[in-house]
């Protein structure tokens, strides 16, 4: 079974400041999608930012990008210029096989606590 | 374009009672999702349609849950008997490509 891991149950970042999140995956595909999600008190899951693995270049949306490790199955969010609207749950994600319809996999989440 | 949109929002039921909820994708998303919320926890897929079909329903305890989509469009879940670890957030998801769209989910309370 394909797993998302995120080790991080909470982090902190004071406002402006730079905060990476950390996620690894295990995935016996050559071609899927990752992707984070945030999910504040409201439940909507909102998507942040999607990397497709067979593009070496490290996706970027704003203040948010990532630092897609491939070959290690690593795939960390940076948050840069934090803002008090970034507290939420994060959530990493992949997508399974063809066989399971493209499901996606979550990680456990990492809370993330944005400080005056 | 409109939402995934998903009712109840909020829903409080005795053990051993039934409940159902509903989930309307976004137009022309053919494929469906369900998944359970666990407090604390990530997401974890019950089960996906294609139209009107079952991809996938492998974690899901049908001895008490059940879904349907009938004519490929709007899907419904429904708990029968409902148990106490059976409380959750009920969410829903529509895809077309690489691109997913999430409701705003069911929250349900089993007491």
């Known amino acids: 079974a394909q797993t998302v891991t995120q080790s991080q149950p909470e982090m902190s970042v004071q406002e402006a400041e730079t905060v990476t999140l950390s996620c690894t995956y295990d995935?016996?595909?050559?071609?899927?999608?990752l992707f984070w999600y945030k999910q504040p008190p409201s439940r909507q899951m909102i998507l942040v930012i999607r990397?497709?693995?067979?593009?070496?270049q490290n996706a970027t949306e704003n203040r948010f990008s990532v630092n897609f490790q491939k070959a290690a199955k690593s795939f960390s969010l940076k948050i840069s210029d934090s803002q008090l609207g970034d507290a939420a749950m994060y959530f990493c994600?992949?997508?399974?096989?063809?066989?399971?319809?493209?499901?996606?996999?979550f990680g456990k989440g990492t809370s993330l606590l944005v400080t005056p | 374009e409109a939402g995934v949109a998903q009712s109840p929002r909020y829903k409080i039921i005795e053990k051993r009672q039934s409940v159902a909820f509903w989930c309307n994708p976004i137009?022309?998303?053919?494929?469906l999702y369900w998944y359970q919320q666990i407090l604390g926890q990530g997401p974890k897929l019950l089960i996906q349609?294609?139209?009107?079909?079952?991809?996938?329903d492998s974690q899901l305890p049908k001895d008490r849950f059940s879904a349907e989509r009938l004519k490929g469009v709007d899907s419904t879940l429904k708990i029968q008997p409902a148990k106490l670890e059976d409380s959750a957030v009920y969410l829903c998801?529509?895809?077309?490509?690489?691109?997913?769209?999430f409701g705003s989910g069911t929250r349900l309370t089993v007491v």
């Open positions: 137009s022309g998303h053919a494929t």
């Open positions: 990397q497709e693995a067979y593009k070496q």
């Open positions: 995935t016996s595909e050559s071609d899927y999608y």
């Open positions: 998801a529509s895809r077309r490509g690489g691109g997913y769209t």
């Open positions: 994600a992949s997508t399974s096989n063809s066989n399971s319809g493209y499901a996606l996999n």
């Open positions: 349609f294609q139209n009107n079909g079952v991809v996938d």
